[in-house]
């Protein structure tokens, strides 16, 4: 199983241009953890949570050192991360990395929100490595984290700026539009 896992992450990370760092074996027993909020695949099960399954792993494991540094905060992801080794979080960014999220869009692609789709894709499936997938997340969560990247509690050289000039109703449609696109994460056999 290991050798299976390790040699089809090494291809399909290798078509994405990034090399894998951590163990997607040892990711998932650490991943238990995560199970709660997050689904052991990465589909969230909590509304509050995102979907975090098919996530390139360089953004997961960026997004866990910060919550572990303290440059992002979260009353739980922080002080779940702060108990994390560098190796440990590597391994769980390999673990969520590993399965594949697709999208179904369920209206018309021109009615994507423009201000997202050069990053997040009208589909919701991030086409740049620094950004996460925003397919299926609740609107709830969308709304809250662009209102965070707008009121500077939560920032980001692109997002803080591209929230600062939304408005509450800009928020409104960009997070009902991708709440309304149909998630899939697959974990490979």
């Not at 997607?24 to 991943?31: D, E, R, S, T």
């Not at 009121?151 to 009902?176: N, W, Y």
Request: with cysteine; net charge negative; charged share 20%.
């Amino acid at each position: 199983m290991t050798a299976i896992l390790g040699g089809l992450l090494l291809a399909g990370t290798a078509l994405a241009g990034e090399f894998p760092v951590g163990d997607p074996v040892a990711g998932k027993a650490i991943a238990g953890q995560c199970r709660t909020c997050h689904g052991l695949d990465g589909y969230a099960r909590i509304p509050i949570a995102p979907h975090i399954g098919g996530e390139p792993a360089s953004y997961l494991r960026n997004q866990l050192t910060a919550f572990r540094d303290g440059t992002r905060t979260h009353e739980m992801m922080t002080i779940v991360a702060k108990m994390l080794t560098d190796e440990q979080i590597d391994d769980v960014a390999a673990w969520f990395a590993y399965p594949i999220a697709t999208a179904t869009l369920t209206a018309d692609p021109s009615g994507a929100p423009q201000a997202c789709i050069a990053c997040h894709g009208a589909d919701g499936i991030a086409v740049i490595e620094d950004a996460p997938n925003l397919t299926g997340e609740t609107n709830i969560y969308i709304d809250t984290q662009l209102k965070a990247f707008r009121l500077g509690k939560r920032t980001h050289e692109v997002m803080s700026a591209i929230a600062a000039e939304m408005s509450d109703a800009e928020i409104r449609a960009a997070a009902d539009w991708y709440a309304g696109v149909k998630l899939d994460i697959t974990v490979p056999n």
